[in-house]
């Protein structure tokens, strides 16, 4: 049986992914746009949750802070939506630097509910400031006429995570996150920088999800607090990568895929049940496939094993000599 | 440079008030191989964890080639080429032996630390288990994947948590003889253990501990005649 490596899953899925806007209607464009959107931020939730091993609840506090930087400049200055992203993107960076200067001094479940915290503070701020945030009210932005160009621009930064996270898997920097969530004190006394490698991953998996949060503003044409920093977009996005396989490169893009397909087939079909239903699927996957569908794909053989640089590396030094 | 390469002066160390090491003071030889034994709850651990900077002591200070690493993190003292190994094994279990090799490679040349990592393994007589998973490793084979991971931070000096402890008697034979090669090469090895029929065989210096406080030092011969350590021991 043949494998199948990340690279070419990676490649038939993105060219679908070029393909859906030209023969897909605007609803399969619309939905297509949520999924990218949860992709992004499985792949960057799956750098410090998954290869690190900080697993935490905090992440939609970046998706918000994005929503709103970005709204507010399309709001007040009338940036265009691509460029405001990008801002999002750099104001996700800039407050995690100090964010996880603090927060990570915390392990195990106090970062976990740390994080969760932070996040429903920031809610609170984003409803309390209502001068600058319109509080509940919400900010209200000009809805786009076409999506196709927002679907094109979400569909790249997923494939830039999908190639960021395979470059990742195959070098000694994910080798040493991989350490640091195997054995964070044996990695440090081995000489491994945690606190450096931490902080430096951490800020990385802020940049996307404050970008998209941006973005999703704009899918929306509207937002405010609960939206912003909604639990349930958290919980989705870390129930993907668990279902996906945590700390591989396919297991955001199986999770994402597959867990965004059930849930819209469910909300569309079986309305009354849909959450209770999703809610089960979880748990059957988390019960009989606790490491992932990628990692039991391994296993069984059919997916390529993670990590393969090294060892042919080390195979082809092995022959040489 | 002096001939000393690390020095431990006056070290003391209280948990809730038990004093586990009470103004303890060692000296390391540039390539020598220097043990300390002690029956268990002696302190050698305290003594160890303090050198390898995962404890702070209560007085005293650690000296390594004369620098001052009392106060430095255990990846500082790492960078000053001491590298430990554990007396539980803490591989990484979901990385193969190779992968545990490379995640701790200096330098940023992926080839390189690969070359090393091989020879490492080829050095070990471990090379067969490259492709194994941490968690997949029989103690033995642990206790030399430790001592190669620890290798390739290209150390100084070794340090060496209980090396020998619960290891066949053939694998003792066999790690001796690699400390030994080490010493070849010019890496001073330090070690703990209470394994006293190995240390005293090996070493060129021992020291003895019990209950925290430093009750003999000396060549084998010395050590092994020593009323207080075989009042100690026995």
Redesign the interface.
């Known amino acids: 049986m043949k494998q199948l490596g990340p690279l070419s899953i990676a490649g038939a899925a993105g060219v679908a992914a070029l393909l859906l806007p030209l023969v897909g209607s605007d609803y399969a464009v619309s939905f297509s746009i949520q999924l990218l959107i949860f992709l992004v931020l499985a792949y960057s939730w799956n750098w410090i949750g998954g290869y690190a091993g900080y697993t935490h609840f905090g992440q939609v506090s970046f998706f918000g802070i994005g929503a709103y930087v970005g709204s507010l400049l399309i709001f007040h200055w009338n940036l265009p939506w691509y460029l405001a992203a990008i801002v999002a993107g750099l104001a996700g960076a800039v407050t995690a630097i100090p964010l996880g200067g603090a927060m990570l001094r915390l392990k195990g479940p106090f970062f976990a509910i740390g994080m969760f915290g932070l996040a429903r503070v920031l809610e609170a701020f984003a409803l309390g400031f209502d001068s600058i945030t319109h509080g509940g009210t919400g900010i209200y932005l000009k809805p786009l006429g076409d999506l196709r160009p927002l679907y094109y621009i979400v569909a790249a930064v997923a494939a830039i995570m999908l190639l960021a996270t395979w470059k990742l898997d195959n070098s000694r920097l994910g080798l040493k996150l991989l350490a640091i969530r195997e054995d964070e004190n044996a990695a440090e006394s081995l000489g491994i920088p945690t606190t450096r490698l931490k902080i430096g991953t951490f800020v990385a998996s802020a940049i996307a999800p404050a970008a998209m949060g941006s973005l999703y503003a704009v899918y929306l044409g509207f937002i405010d607090p609960p939206t912003a920093f909604a639990s349930n977009i958290e919980l989705t996005t870390i129930a993907m990568v668990l279902l996906g396989g945590m700390g591989t490169v396919l297991g955001p893009l199986c999770g994402a895929v597959l867990l965004s397909i059930v849930n819209e087939v469910l909300w569309a079909n079986y309305p009354q049940i849909y959450l209770a239903s999703v809610g089960i699927i979880i748990l059957l996957a988390v019960l009989f496939t606790p490491r992932g569908i990628v990692n039991l794909g391994m296993k069984s053989g059919w997916v390529a094993v993670g990590r393969p640089l090294f060892r042919r590396l080390a195979a082809r030094a092995g022959q040489a000599s | 440079m002096s001939d000393i390469i690390l020095s431990v002066e006056n070290v003391s160390k209280r948990f809730a008030g038990r004093i586990a090491l009470d103004s303890v003071s060692i000296d390391v030889a540039r390539g020598s191989v220097t043990g300390v034994i002690g029956p268990n709850g002696s302190g050698k651990s305290t003594l160890f964890n303090i050198i390898?900077?995962?404890l702070r002591p209560d007085r005293g200070r650690v000296l390594v080639d004369g620098r001052d690493i009392t106060l430095a993190?255990?990846?500082e003292i790492?960078?000053l080429g001491v590298?430990?190994t554990?007396q539980i094994s803490?591989l990484?279990?979901?990385?193969?032996v190779?992968?545990n090799l490379?995640?701790?490679?200096?330098g940023s040349d992926?080839?390189a630390?690969?070359?090393l990592?091989?020879e490492l393994l080829d050095f070990l007589e471990i090379a067969d288990i490259?492709?194994r998973w941490g968690s997949e490793l029989s103690y033995g084979q642990r206790k030399l994947v430790e001592i190669a991971?620890?290798l390739m931070?290209q150390p100084k000096i070794m340090l060496l948590d209980e090396p020998f402890a619960g290891v066949n008697p053939r694998l003792q034979n066999r790690i001796v003889e690699h400390l030994k090669a080490l010493c070849a090469k010019g890496i001073t090895v330090f070690f703990i253990d209470h394994e006293m029929r190995i240390v005293l065989k090996e070493c060129d210096l021992v020291y003895v501990l019990a209950e925290g406080r430093l009750i003999a030092r000396g060549d084998t011969q010395t050590v092994r005649n020593d009323a207080r350590v075989l009042q100690a021991y026995f």
């Open positions: 390898a900077g995962t993190s255990a990846a790492c960078g590298a430990r554990f803490r990484f279990a979901e990385m193969t190779l992968e490379i995640a701790v490679a200096r992926d080839r630390a690969i070359a990592a091989l490259a492709d991971r620890a931070l």
